[in-house]
């Protein structure tokens, strides 16, 4: 069964961004890279809409529209491309074209165009409209990230701006180092990453991963353990979030790193990642390891920030773990309520919920709520009794961080971010700010 609409423009990346934005808002669409190819579809498939680029190095958006005026004179065609002259304008007007429209184009204008021709699909529909208040800000109003990991990522979502820079350094360090350390929260995706790292360098995955927890570990266990084992595992998760980082854990790392280096295992195609609590102070310098193994640690820790900051990925991990049977049982209210819990537990008590949520599904064919707040909150103590009933004050705390991290230069810490934007740090507390405890500009809410 062929889908309603058909995307064409020789750049992968603006084809596969335009393909995830109309995915996205509930369409279903088909995208190929060759104006010709998408002749032969056009011939073969009853579309309702073509969306095109203009500048192509097979043939121009005038030459294609004739082609498919041709093929199908009544169908509509919206063109996109950068500065288009006169003559060309006045060429794919003569010939028919439904609507141009010149990069950078607004998201909201090329929806409504949409919408025009073709109806969301059934299935997403709900899905999209829970979604649209959030990710139709975000998403596509961010600077584009450019990534040179193998995209899309397998196991992660990398949906959000966030996570893309996160994959990106993680993939630089992980092509020239062996050690990689990265910082984030209990909770969140930390088998994931490992996954991913084993993908990028070549192991089968899931059956290759080892996680152990440093603060547990006895220096002669691991060491019977390392020696037992056949060979060493390609992703080594070494979590450091429960440790005292004093003098003796420093010494007692120092040591853990020596050995590993030298316990004649080949570990050539591994990568070891040490997973770092939020804020902590982690500087080589002051460990005291061997230099020599010092130098294969990466340079660059990346953060990987808790879902409440990654509201696009929240929505992707919703969309990858929910049917569409369970959308349907919770609806629209259901979908904004899940998109705006703050997950304190991360992407395992998302997983978690979600499971629960299914459950329920199984049962009744509706899910009110007021159960769904009573599976949000199961663990909580006088908890909001729904998360979509906010305070205004609430709101506005957890939206600025939204803000925050829309203008956030890549790499930059987030109290310079907060600095930049001019926030007063004499009037306000910034740590407060960036842990929703305080608002930003406490005037706005004045009257």
């Known amino acids: 069964m062929s889908k309603p609409i058909i995307l064409i423009d020789d750049e992968e990346k603006f084809a596969v961004m335009l393909h995830e934005l109309l995915q996205g808002s509930g369409y279903e669409a088909d995208y190929c890279l060759n104006p010709e190819e998408a002749l032969v579809r056009i011939k073969q498939e009853n579309y309702q809409l073509v969306i095109t680029d203009y500048k192509m190095p097979q043939m121009d958006g005038a030459e294609f529209l004739q082609e498919a005026r041709r093929i199908n004179p009544d169908l509509p065609v919206i063109m996109i491309s950068g500065l288009m002259n006169m003559p060309e304008l006045i060429k794919v007007a003569n010939i028919g074209v439904t609507l141009v429209l010149e990069k950078p184009f607004n998201i909201e204008d090329l929806l409504e165009n949409v919408a025009r021709f073709v109806k969301p699909s059934a299935s997403e529909q709900a899905t999209a409209e829970a979604m649209d208040m959030e990710a ?190 369970e959308k349907e049982a919770i609806g629209t209210d259901g979908l904004a309520q899940l998109l705006h819990h703050p997950w304190p537990g991360g992407y395992i008590e998302l997983q978690e919920k979600l499971a629960e949520i299914s459950r329920l599904s199984e049962l009744a064919e509706d899910i009110s709520t007021d159960q769904l707040s009573n599976v949000l909150h199961a663990d909580v103590i006088n908890e909001v009794p729904s998360a979509i009933c906010l305070n205004a004050g609430t709101y506005l705390r957890r939206r600025q961080r939204e803000y925050i991290l829309l203008h956030r230069k890549p790499g930059e810490d987030l109290k310079d971010t907060v600095l930049r934007l001019g926030i007063d740090s004499d009037n306000v507390s910034v740590d407060d700010v960036l842990e929703d405890k305080e608002l930003a500009f406490p005037g706005v809410l004045a009257g």
């Open 136 to 325: 139709s800000e975000i998403s596509f109003q961010q600077e584009k990230v450019t990534v040179t990991y193998p995209s899309p990522a397998s196991f992660l979502s990398d949906a959000s701006n966030e996570n893309k820079r996160f994959l990106e350094t993680l993939w630089n360090s992980a092509n020239s180092s062996r050690h990689l350390p990265f910082y984030t929260q209990h909770g969140a995706e930390v088998r994931q990453v490992a996954m991913e790292i084993m993908n990028w360098t070549g192991h089968e995955v899931c059956s290759d991963v080892v996680r152990i927890e440093f603060a547990d570990t006895d220096k002669e266990i691991t060491l019977n353990w390392f020696m037992d084992s056949e060979g060493f595992p390609g992703a080594l998760l070494v979590d450091l979030r429960d440790v005292e980082w004093d003098d003796a854990a420093k010494e007692k790392f120092s040591d853990w790193v020596n050995f590993v280096e030298t316990c004649g295992k080949d570990i050539s195609m591994s990568r070891i990642m040490y997973v770092l609590p939020m804020g902590a102070r982690f500087e080589l310098s002051e460990i005291g390891m061997k230099e020599a193994h010092a130098s294969m640690f990466s340079s660059d820790y990346p953060v990987l920030l808790s879902l409440r900051d990654r509201l696009l990925d929240t929505a992707a991990y919703i969309n990858r773990f929910l049917g569409e049977k």
